[in-house]
């Protein structure tokens, strides 16, 4: 696995791009769905690509099922960007009753997914749990800790979340939006999945945070590590020279974080090709570097 050097001649001047992209949620998942489908057909998690799939095409579908979201009390945006908090407060989305709501909406829309058996022991597993139980999984999911021996009945609250946060995101205002630190959520408070580099004309090579949870996508500067904000011993691992999707590897904390390029290749998508590029992640298994992007369709592999 060649190491990539960082290469400043591919960091393009950028006129103040925006601090945050919020997500418009039903375009989120329905993207990600289409991009899963395109990833199955020439990989061999394709099985695990379709089940995801059509579980983003589930959570593209459940905001028309569900009553608008409340966004937080104007004086709970104020007080955050005092503070230089989130203004969505994790813990408690794990006790609203918005975000049970949504829960138990997934879990009925999801009865019509083909999946393994295991899959569907979960769910039934989850939709069978008391509200005790559901709230402990809930309360794992948003503190980005999911325990790989039970990772299955995760994966179905935490594609709930997703909807929820995503919805309450997309109600913000993002110009109010402040940072927290490096590698945090200004909408949520979870960490990045992946990095990605942007290929749009109005902001071509500007590098945004993409949060596992609420898919919001907030700025950080190129060459800098997610997860300790170091600026030094930065380098990249890929599985080729001209890979679109590397792993920027920090020497002062040992973590790694996927960084993929939409500039070369506008078809990327943060969860869908982080999950599709496993390789990737066997790769770097094998060395002295953990993984620093939190990815609960990947907890267990």
Known sequence: MPELLPDPSQIGPIAQPPFVILPDPVRLFRRRAERLRHLARESRLAPYLIFLAELAEVQAALPATLPTVTPPPEARVALARESRMPPL???????????????????????????????????????????????????NVLSDDIPV??????????????????????????????????GVCPCCGGRPATSVVLGT?????????????CATLWNEVRIKCLACGSTKGISYRALGEEAVIKAEVCDACHSWVKILYQNKDTALEAIADDVASLGLDALMGDTEWRRAGFDPFLVGF
């Open 201 to 213: 004309l109005r902001i071509e090579g500007a590098r945004y945070a993409a949060c596992a949870t």
């Open 89 to 139: 407060n994790r813990l408690s989305l794990a006790r609203d009753a918005d975000m049970a709501a949504t829960l138990a909406a997934l879990l009925a829309a999801a009865d019509g997914i083909a999946m393994p058996e295991a899959a569907r022991a979960a769910l039934d597993a989850v939709r069978g749990a008391d509200a005790e139980t559901r709230g402990r999984l809930l309360a």
């Open 149 to 182: 021996e039970d990772a299955a009945p995760h994966l179905w609250v935490a594609a709930a979340v997703q909807v929820h946060a995503a919805r309450l995101a997309a109600s913000l205002d993002g110009e109010r939006l402040v940072p927290i630190r490096v």
